[in-house]
């Protein structure tokens, strides 16, 4: 076989580097810049597909490995933005009621994009498919118009219906604050769980990521604690008129209302406290 040139062997583990970063971050193939354009670099002829790896999981080195010649070497790759959509996961047949088990997320370059794409899963679950659609297939608003079998789709109610909504992402476990997220009416059918406006938000934490421009809802988010195990807080104790201040350390997570032992962080004595509020303890 003959040997090729390279720009020929670089143009194809471009494509390879590509194809692995796509599916490693879950991110549009054409999105992936392979940085191959130092001339000092040289690849192998490799006489099959290189192993492409990102050994060091910062989404910025890939690894390329040849086994024939033996040869090791590591490439830069920088990943492009894209749009945030959903695919199916398998067929549907018209009628069929969408379920979040039916789709995956997936991120396409904002040319690869269709008109119309479901951002927003909570817009259409529960919906019934308005035409078949394929596995691999975007979910488009499109694929929903029609009526259902259900009543999905009736008329919306005379009132319009706010809800909260993420402004950025808030990751699994994290308390909530209100500068996340912003009220805003909702256009059509609405989830049945949905936050009040009153909602309190330090009172929750997120069950899961929520992303931008999810609707906040209950089966999103549990109580939070209202202190956290280890979490440093700063306490004030008056006898007559003197105030003394320390900081204390918690020993657990614990709710409005609970005692339990803390700890002087100065003098790493136990003592104990009765939790009064979010990120607030008082000494007993």
């Known amino acids: 076989m003959a040997e090729r040139d390279q720009t020929a062997i670089k143009a194809s583990a471009t494509t390879q580097i590509q194809n692995a970063a796509a599916s490693a971050f879950q991110t549009p193939a054409d999105s992936v810049e392979v940085r191959l354009g130092d001339k000092r670099l040289v690849l192998p002829d490799c006489q099959s597909d290189f192993a492409v790896s990102f050994p060091f999981n910062d989404r ?4 390329l490995e040849c086994s024939d010649p033996a040869w090791r070497g590591f490439v830069q790759i920088r990943l492009g933005t894209g749009i945030s959509v959903f695919r199916y996961v398998m067929p549907l047949e018209e009628g069929e009621v969408l379920k979040r088990s039916h789709v995956a997320r997936h991120m396409v370059s904002a040319d690869g994009a269709q008109a119309g794409p479901v951002v927003v899963l909570d817009d ?9 659609v394929e596995a691999g297939e975007i979910v ?7 009526a259902s079998a259900r009543g999905e789709f009736s008329a919306p109610a005379a009132e319009p219906q706010g809800a909260w909504v993420a402004q950025h992402i808030i990751p699994r476990g994290n ?3 209100r500068e996340s997220f ?5 256009e059509g059918r609405a989830p049945t769980d949905l936050l009040s406006a009153q909602a309190e938000f330090p009172m ?39 105030t003394v201040t320390n900081v204390v350390r918690m020993s657990r997570d614990a709710t409005i209302g609970e005692s339990i032992d803390v700890i002087n962080v100065e003098s790493g004595r ?6 009064t509020g979010i990120g607030q303890v008082e000494l007993l």
Not at 60 to 63: D, L, N, S, Y
Not at 270 to 275: D, E, G, S, T, Y
């Open 175 to 177: 308390r909530l604050s």
């Open 124 to 132: 259409v679950l529960d919906f019934a498919m308005g035409q078949p």
């Open 60 to 63: 910025a080195t890939t690894q």
């Open 182 to 186: 912003s009220w805003e009416t909702v």
């Open 204 to 242: 929750f934490e997120a069950l899961r990521d929520i992303m931008p421009g999810d609707k906040l809802r209950r089966s999103t988010v549990k109580m939070a604690p209202s202190v956290r195990k280890n979490e440093e807080i700063e306490v004030s104790l008056v006898r007559g008129s003197l």
């Open 270 to 275: 136990i003592l104990k406290a009765r939790v």
């Open 140 to 146: 488009l608003l499109s694929h929903f118009d029609g």
